[in-house]
């Protein structure tokens, strides 16, 4: 038999350590990993001679707007963001224009996705005022409910405990996680200053958010998790409390590795809620991704227009772009030698899998999916200017990182192939993707 594609001569990742190794793709699948000598006949072959083999990066946390907000970014900018950032999967946070909440504004995002896209997209649903008025017709097609308790998607709603409760209530009942964006908070002023803006986004209100939902969990059941945690405090309530599967949590990059303190300039390039915190929680974040109490990496890809960002910091959008930076800083790490290929390969890949149940993928291994991200190792430095997202302004800009995404295959669709989107949009990847 003949595969489709033979990926050849490349370091796939066994045991721990890159291995030189060919990867066969058939019908969308791997069909298996050869040693060099008993590879399959292929239709095509391609030469991955020093570069590395990965399972696709899977973002679970992006927000690619789209519909009213495609001056931000839509889901054609955002996808080939995702494709050339090594990315092959993204799931979409309902905080859009018009936001997810129903079976109307679902579907037309659906359908603009399906149109656009270059790699797979799932999506989250809010909820409604009244939490009976869930449409459960919606449920195969959502990976998740999303919650902002601080800036709630209805304007006005409080997240008390008994709404708390009624939304833990829709997760148990439907099997699926709810997110959590862990910040308290209600009506407030703008802030007039630096701090009086970090005061009304601190680590106390974090955590106390977080203690909030989870009391709750513990009384109603439902999966919970954690979105973007960043401080300190919060790793060690979650390490409390961590229960695999019911209670996970994610980090951002620039959570990872960037401080407040890094930034003197008064542009709004590294405002984003939660806010950078300290090296303290820099450390903490690191440390709690090492041992598991923090499970994967999700951007929080959260793009603005160019004016909006570069307006003075209290003026400024709250977000960065991040679907072209996370594996390149994430794989650095590794070839750095402060995260072990394994680290890698859970937090970015298999992980986010994990916790979203998408069973075939996440993994590079024979029976899974094809999507897979090929990586060259070279030194080069972070520049927005050359992102494909519509947002341009990243906190990381002039940063060195080691490794380079040269080739997205999606679905066994060679998607991206250095600079080049060879096809699409709509066709690689499965819009919406959904729980296998
Ligand atoms: O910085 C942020 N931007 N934090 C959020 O929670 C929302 C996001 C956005 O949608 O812009
Ligand atoms: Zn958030
Ligand atoms: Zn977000």
Not at 228 to 233: E, N, Q, R, Y
Request: hydrophobic share 35%.
């Amino acid at each position: 038999m003949s595969v489709d594609y033979l990926l050849k001569n490349g370091l796939v990742i066994v045991e721990g350590a890159p291995t030189r190794k060919a990867v066969a793709l058939h019908l969308g699948k791997i069909e298996g990993i050869y040693s060099p000598g008993s590879e399959p006949p292929a239709q095509q072959v391609i030469d991955c001679e020093d570069l590395y083999i990965l399972p696709g990066a899977i973002d679970i946390h992006v927000h690619l707007r789209d519909l009213n907000n495609s001056d931000k970014e839509d889901f054609e900018t955002g996808t080939r963001a995702a494709a050339a950032g090594g990315v092959t999967t993204v799931v979409d946070m309902p905080n859009s224009n018009p936001p997810t909440l129903d079976r109307d504004s679902l579907a037309e995002k659906v359908d603009s996705a399906k149109e656009k896209r270059f790699v797979n997209v799932g999506f989250y649903s809010g909820i409604q005022r009244n939490t009976s008025d869930f449409d459960a017709q919606i449920v195969p097609d959502i990976l998740g409910f999303k919650v902002y308790p601080h800036s709630p998607i209805i304007k006005d709603t409080s997240y008390n405990q008994k709404r708390i409760r009624a939304c833990l209530k829709l997760s148990e009942e439907h099997d699926i996680p709810l997110l959590l964006h862990p910040e308290t908070g209600g009506k407030r002023s703008a802030p007039k200053t630096l701090d009086a803006f970090l005061m009304q986004h601190t680590c106390e209100s974090e955590e106390d958010s977080i203690q909030q939902f989870l009391a709750a969990q513990s009384e109603i059941g439902g999966r919970l998790h954690i979105c973007h945690v960043s401080c300190a405090s919060s790793v060690r309530t979650i390490e409390k409390h961590r229960a695999e599967d019911l209670l996970t949590a994610e980090v951002a990059p620039h959570h990872l590795f960037l401080a407040g303190g890094d930034f003197t300039h008064p542009d709004g390039a590294s405002k984003m809620l939660p806010p950078l915190r300290s090296p303290y929680d820099n450390k903490a974040l690191q440390k709690a991704l090492h041992q598991c109490v923090i499970d994967c990496v999700a951007s929080d890809h959260a793009p603005h227009t160019e004016q909006e960002k570069r307006a003075t910091f209290l003026e400024a959008s709250s977000g960065i772009p991040g679907l072209e930076t996370t594996v390149p800083l994430m794989l650095t790490e590794v070839l750095e030698g402060r995260l072990s290929w394994v680290e890698y390969l859970r937090c970015c890949c298999s992980a986010p899998a994990h916790i979203l149940k998408l069973g075939s993928k996440g993994v590079l291994a024979k029976g899974y999916d094809a999507d897979i991200c090929i990586v060259k190792k070279e030194e080069s430095v972070i520049c927005g200017a050359f992102f494909n997202s519509k947002a341009k302004v990243t906190p990381f800009e002039g940063r060195r990182v080691l490794a380079t995404p040269v080739m997205t295959l999606v679905g066994g669709d060679l998607v991206y192939n250095y600079g080049q989107f060879l096809i699409g949009p709509g066709v690689a990847g499965r819009v919406p993707v959904r729980k296998t």
